[in-house]
């Protein structure tokens, strides 16, 4: 049984059709990245796994148990924590704050406010963000919210992460810190991450497995290596040869 397994999902808006018929399954500790040009659909997918959207048709399995109809608040309960493209911290709490509001509703369900500082302190540490716990979220710099959305959900104990742009604006070496971070937490927590990200070489260098999308249809998947040779993803991102 895959850990998470989509069957045929779409998701149309009036007469606009986002996403057409995407299948496809992800083993437990994988790291997935989904590629597309913008408007192909792929926030609209992670709106509907995490239940942000309801999917028109198809089916959502997290261990295959159905996800499908269930509210945000019980997706990342059942286990699948997300960040955003446009961060969405709690601007006036602090950094450790935001954390710990992850903490004690997400699928960690820490009802006890030590237990739940305590993790969120042990993740700041993991991440390197200790010095900015007592900062207040609307503080930081574009590369620290950044951390913050990551940091907020790896802190709800979701093993499933779903990371959307999260390195979006960032100058090089703040991708180069980021593509560390994410891949320490990944190998310390056994984490399985589903990526969208525009900076191809960092989905190149994470993923095992890329998938392609173009106007909301799955056309293609495989390896990094496969999809920079798949003549079909040339075409849609260069054109096609004359």
């Known amino acids: 049984m895959s850990f998470l397994s989509l069957r045929g999902v779409s998701k149309s808006?009036?007469?606009?059709?986002?996403?057409?018929?995407?299948?496809?399954?992800?083993?437990?500790?994988?790291?997935?990245?989904?590629?597309?040009?913008?408007?192909?659909g792929k926030t609209t997918l992670f709106n509907v796994i995490t239940g942000h959207l309801a999917a028109s048709s198809g089916q959502i399995l997290l261990?295959?148990?159905?996800?499908?109809?269930?509210?945000?608040?019980?997706?990342?309960?059942?286990?699948?924590?997300?960040?955003?493209?446009?961060?969405?911290?709690?601007?006036?709490?602090?950094?450790?704050?935001?954390?710990?509001?992850?903490?004690?509703?997400?699928?960690?369900?820490?009802?006890?406010?030590?237990?739940?500082?305590?993790?969120?302190?042990r993740i700041l540490d993991e991440m390197g963000m200790s010095h900015m716990a007592r900062l207040a979220a609307q503080e930081l710099t574009l590369s620290g919210q950044k951390r913050l959305e990551l940091a907020?959900?790896?802190?709800?104990?979701?093993?499933?992460?779903l990371l959307d742009e999260v390195m979006a604006g960032l100058t090089p070496p703040e991708v180069k810190d980021m593509l560390t971070i994410i891949t320490s937490l990944h190998r310390a927590r056994g984490l399985t991450l589903l990526i969208i990200e525009h900076v191809m070489r960092a989905l190149m260098e994470l993923s095992s497995?890329?998938?392609?999308?173009?106007?909301?249809?799955?056309?293609?998947?495989?390896?990094?290596?496969?999809?920079?040779?798949?003549?079909?993803?040339?075409?849609?991102?260069?054109?096609?040869?004359?």
Do not use: W
């Not at 497995?209 to 075409?235: C, F, M, T, W, Y």
């Open 13 to 40: 808006f009036g007469g606009i059709q986002a996403l057409t018929d995407i299948s496809f399954d992800i083993e437990r500790g994988e790291i997935v990245g989904i590629m597309g040009a913008n408007g192909a």
């Open 63 to 121: 261990n295959g148990a159905p996800l499908t109809g269930l509210r945000p608040d019980q997706v990342c309960r059942a286990g699948i924590g997300r960040t955003f493209q446009i961060v969405k911290p709690f601007p006036q709490l602090t950094v450790r704050e935001n954390l710990l509001t992850a903490a004690m509703f997400g699928a960690a369900e820490l009802r006890h406010r030590h237990e739940a500082l305590a993790h969120c302190d």
């Open 152 to 161: 907020r959900a790896i802190c709800t104990g979701s093993e499933l992460i």
């Open 209 to 242: 497995q890329i998938i392609v999308l173009h106007h909301g249809e799955k056309i293609a998947s495989g390896s990094p290596l496969e999809i920079a040779e798949n003549p079909r993803v040339h075409d849609v991102y260069f054109g096609e040869k004359k």
